[in-house]
């Protein structure tokens, strides 16, 4: 009786069914896998909460200020950087770029693009400010400027949009044009068949086009981007000008010559209809590798700001993307060669 008593007390969970006993085991992992979830969540790198500010509007010779604020809400991360390509219609004030943390002095950056590297303590934060002079734009110009944080193969985008001479703008659209009825070109969806290629497998690609305004918009350029750094903000910004580098450099380019009713859209594919003494494309993913993909809407004439169609919206209403593509490693290895010349597309006719 002694050496019974003895065993139970041995195993108090004895007189406990089967099925309780195992219900409290797996209510145990589930709680050791969901605290350790949170505690990996809690500590990933977190950039979200960054931000750029400028001002909502300017006019031609003005200095504006953009600040930058980088905030980490997650875990420390080293090698940060931020770059901010100042673009066309503004000019860099030189010496201007200064950035500090939440302690200490500040500190000289820049010049742009790059404005500098950094590492990141948890819940740190950099605060970046520097100058540009207003050096060109007709009335009500977009002056859209991007920065972008960059760390592990991720990137934060964070835009501001200026309008340029807006007091022109009050007066001169309202007697030459009636501005409710400007068409709104914007870009509906952006597809890659199939989802998950492989490196030199055929790919489809298929941009809907869709004039969302209530005006017609005449003819116009669409470009596709594969890995453009930095992403398309505006016009006149075709694929081949935003390439990391002359070698890694794809994209396609269609001219929309009928242009779009209002309400009506356009489906344009890589398998037919792009030009090709526009494009750098051999129909499929040349590298492995995740890739962000881009498409823009009245992409270029360079004679205007706005492009080809002067719209109700611009800048990033014409943009989708990112889409990320994951083109895994082929079976054959496959690789592109170019020659020299094909480094550099020929300059688009500038055409409305």
């Given at each position: 009786m002694t050496r019974r008593e003895t065993m139970v007390g041995r195993n108090r969970s004895a007189g406990v069914p089967m099925l309780i006993r195992a219900g409290w085991a797996v209510a145990a992992a589930m709680i050791g896998l969901a605290l350790t979830l949170t505690i990996v969540a809690a500590q990933a790198t977190d950039f979200d909460s960054s931000y750029k500010t400028g001002p909502a509007e300017a006019n031609q010779d003005d200095v504006i200020t953009y600040t930058i604020v980088?905030?980490?809400?997650?875990?420390?991360?080293?090698?940060?950087?931020?770059?901010?390509?100042?673009?066309?219609?503004?000019?860099?004030?030189?010496?201007?770029?200064?950035?500090?943390?939440?302690?200490?002095?500040?500190?000289?950056?820049?010049?742009?693009?790059d404005l500098w590297e950094e590492d990141f303590a948890a819940d740190d934060c950099i605060t970046t400010t520097f100058a540009v002079r207003v050096t060109e734009g007709s009335m009500g110009w977009p002056l859209v400027n991007c920065a972008y944080l960059r760390w592990d193969g991720n990137r934060r985008e964070m835009c501001i949009t200026t309008i340029l001479n807006p007091h022109a703008f009050v007066y001169l659209p309202v007697i030459l044009r009636n501005f409710s009825t400007l068409p709104d070109l914007r870009i509906a969806s952006l597809t890659v068949?199939?989802?998950?290629?492989?490196?030199g497998q055929t790919v489809a690609i298929t941009i809907v086009v869709q004039n969302a305004g209530a005006g017609a918009?005449?003819?116009?350029?669409?470009?596709?981007?594969?890995?453009?750094?930095?992403?398309?903000t505006r016009a006149n910004q075709p694929f081949d000008s935003l390439c990391p580098s002359p070698e890694d450099c794809y994209g396609i380019a269609w001219y929309v010559e009928d242009g779009l009713e209002a309400g009506q859209s356009v489906t344009l594919s890589s398998l037919q209809g792009y030009l090709p003494e526009y494009s750098r494309w051999p129909g499929y993913f040349v590298s492995s590798g995740v890739h962000e993909v881009?498409?823009?809407?009245?992409?270029?004439?360079?004679?205007?700001?706005?492009?080809?169609?002067?719209?109700?919206?611009?800048?990033?209403?014409?943009?989708?993307?990112?889409?990320?593509?994951?083109v895994v490693p082929g079976a054959g290895g496959w690789?592109?060669?170019?020659?020299?010349q094909d480094f550099v597309t020929p300059r688009r006719p500038d055409r409305p």
């Amino acid at each position: 009786m002694t050496r019974r008593e003895t065993m139970v007390g041995r195993n108090r969970s004895a007189g406990v069914p089967m099925l309780i006993r195992a219900g409290w085991a797996v209510a145990a992992a589930m709680i050791g896998l969901a605290l350790t979830l949170t505690i990996v969540a809690a500590q990933a790198t977190d950039f979200d909460s960054s931000y750029k500010t400028g001002p909502a509007e300017a006019n031609q010779d003005d200095v504006i200020t953009y600040t930058i604020v980088a905030l980490n809400a997650g875990e420390a991360k080293a090698g940060v950087v931020l770059t901010d390509p100042v673009p066309r219609g503004a000019a860099y004030v030189p010496a201007s770029c200064v950035y500090r943390r939440q302690t200490g002095g500040t500190q000289p950056c820049g010049p742009p693009p790059d404005l500098w590297e950094e590492d990141f303590a948890a819940d740190d934060c950099i605060t970046t400010t520097f100058a540009v002079r207003v050096t060109e734009g007709s009335m009500g110009w977009p002056l859209v400027n991007c920065a972008y944080l960059r760390w592990d193969g991720n990137r934060r985008e964070m835009c501001i949009t200026t309008i340029l001479n807006p007091h022109a703008f009050v007066y001169l659209p309202v007697i030459l044009r009636n501005f409710s009825t400007l068409p709104d070109l914007r870009i509906a969806s952006l597809t890659v068949e199939p989802a998950g290629p492989s490196m030199g497998q055929t790919v489809a690609i298929t941009i809907v086009v869709q004039n969302a305004g209530a005006g017609a918009a005449g003819p116009f350029w669409v470009d596709f981007y594969d890995n453009p750094d930095p992403p398309p903000t505006r016009a006149n910004q075709p694929f081949d000008s935003l390439c990391p580098s002359p070698e890694d450099c794809y994209g396609i380019a269609w001219y929309v010559e009928d242009g779009l009713e209002a309400g009506q859209s356009v489906t344009l594919s890589s398998l037919q209809g792009y030009l090709p003494e526009y494009s750098r494309w051999p129909g499929y993913f040349v590298s492995s590798g995740v890739h962000e993909v881009y498409a823009f809407a009245d992409t270029w004439n360079d004679a205007v700001w706005y492009g080809a169609v002067l719209e109700q919206n611009e800048g990033l209403d014409n943009r989708y993307g990112p889409v990320f593509v994951n083109v895994v490693p082929g079976a054959g290895g496959w690789s592109v060669e170019w020659d020299a010349q094909d480094f550099v597309t020929p300059r688009r006719p500038d055409r409305p």
